[in-house]
């Protein structure tokens, strides 16, 4: 069940407040329901779908996509990762107050695990909301992170999430909406954004066909995000990775490539090359704070 206090969510079809409903009979499952009388019940898995409307210009990663990105972080490549974002999310918490994280994008949940683990080591009053476009992610973020709300929709539209209500959004290699995210934050929230830097992955895309990481990359992100937000902070963070020739396909299906490479023709190439001894992922963590509100 979700943590306490309730999710600060609105109904995407009437912007009312969604609060959460547990229905009468054996097998029912709980319901999010506005004052309207909209529903949406939860999956057997757990999320509940509130994509409605006009459908979507993004493209939702695939279960294979999703399976790849599951096993690669299972085996803890990128945990010095997770716990540079958990930093960044616990500078905001303060002992025994309450708070709210939302997480856009969030994929396997895998990187809001280690954050809810932290946040509650400092507060039991931790609020968690989850985002995703693909169904396929929100059936093993469900089940990783019980306690928070999962939902699938669309981040370029509307978020169901009140206004004022969150104190520190995430988004881990996920689309950014800027204007949205600046009205679901608080008065002192912020915005945790991890990017790749140049040369991430450097060694393996040449061998597979993943997408290069663009110049300018951190001047584009700020572009990008004004005038809602200005750059806080930053920290850079590193990883030396010697992966397997599983690994090595893993690592190279789970991200946008995976859209358009062919998991056995991928396979059967790297079958003909050596394991790779260290690829180095190279991460910059950046933290901004909403344009026009004090430091």
């Not at 881990?172 to 830097?197: C, K, Q």
């Not at 850079?236 to 690592?251: C, K, N, Q, S």
């Not at 790779?276 to 509100?293: K, Q, Y």
């Amino acid at each position: 069940m979700p943590s306490s206090p309730p999710p600060p969510l609105r109904c995407p079809l009437c912007g009312g407040q969604l609060a959460l409903r547990s229905l009468a009979g054996e097998g029912a499952r709980p319901a999010l329901r506005c004052g309207a009388g909209h529903s949406f019940d939860a999956a057997r898995q757990g999320y509940y779908n509130l994509l409605v409307g006009k459908g979507t210009v993004f493209e939702a990663d695939s279960a294979d996509m999703v399976a790849a990105r599951f096993d690669f972080l299972e085996a803890g490549h990128y945990r010095p990762l997770a716990d540079a974002v958990s930093d960044a999310v616990l500078a905001r918490v303060q002992a025994g107050k309450p708070f709210t994280v939302l997480d856009s994008g969030t994929g396997t949940g895998h990187y809001l695990r280690v954050v809810l683990d932290d946040v509650k080591r400092v507060t039991d009053a931790c609020t968690a909301v989850a985002l995703d476009i693909s169904k396929f992610a929100l059936r093993r973020a469900a089940r990783r992170n019980p306690e928070a709300i999962s939902l699938a929709c669309d981040v370029w539209q509307e978020l169901p999430v009140a206004d004022d209500a969150v104190d520190v959004v995430t988004v881990i290699f996920a689309p950014r909406n800027a204007a949205e995210f600046a009205r679901v934050l608080n008065h002192d929230g912020r915005l945790v954004v991890v990017t790749p830097r140049a040369g991430h992955l450097a060694s393996l895309a040449s061998l597979t066909g993943m997408l290069s990481i663009e110049d300018q990359k951190d001047a584009r992100l700020a572009e990008s995000l004004a005038p809602y937000f200005l750059p806080e902070a930053t920290r850079d963070v590193d990883i030396r990775l010697a992966l397997t020739r599983d690994e090595m396909a893993d690592l190279a299906f789970m991200g946008p490539a995976g859209h358009h490479l062919d998991r056995g023709a991928l396979a059967a190439k790297l079958d003909t090359l050596e394991p790779l001894d260290e690829v180095e992922a190279l991460f910059r963590i950046t933290v901004f704070r909403p344009a026009g509100r004090p430091a």
